[in-house]
């Protein structure tokens, strides 16, 4: 069984900087690409920001791009999230997810998901 496991969230005032990460364990497998999701309550959860690990592609929401950048390194199936300059809207709980042949980026097109960790925004 494959595991992703998020650490790294926190609460932090509007204007910082957090630096979530993913490392995934459990059984071997090929993740095509990873990426990470959020939900805040109320809401449903939300594409945020992905990679293709062919061709190192990256794509964001237009909710978060200039702020967060994501990297990792698909060898490894470990992704890592730098958010900077935070906003209050970005207070959710954050999920890492890997998908090992699609390119579908909504939530069911994902293989794999982590339980996400919490990052709180104060204003």
């Known amino acids: 069984q494959v595991q992703l496991a998020e650490s790294g969230g926190g609460l932090v005032q509007a204007g910082a900087s957090l630096r979530l990460s993913c490392a995934a364990s459990?059984?071997?497998?090929?993740?095509?690409?990873m990426g990470w999701f959020r939900q805040a309550p109320w809401k449903e959860r939300e594409f945020v920001a992905g990679?293709?690990?062919?061709?190192?592609?990256?794509l964001y929401a237009d909710s978060v791009k200039g702020r967060f950048t994501i990297a990792g390194n698909g060898a490894k199936n470990t992704v890592y999230l730098q958010m900077n300059s935070l906003k209050p809207e970005d207070t959710a709980v954050y999920y890492c997810?890997?998908?090992?042949?699609?390119?579908?980026?909504?939530?069911?097109?994902?293989?794999?998901w982590g339980k996400g960790t919490l990052v709180t925004v104060s204003s």
């Open positions: 997810a890997a998908d090992r042949y699609g390119d579908d980026w909504s939530r069911q097109g994902m293989d794999y």
């Open positions: 459990g059984r071997t497998f090929s993740s095509n690409r």
């Open positions: 990679v293709r690990w062919s061709g190192g592609t990256t």
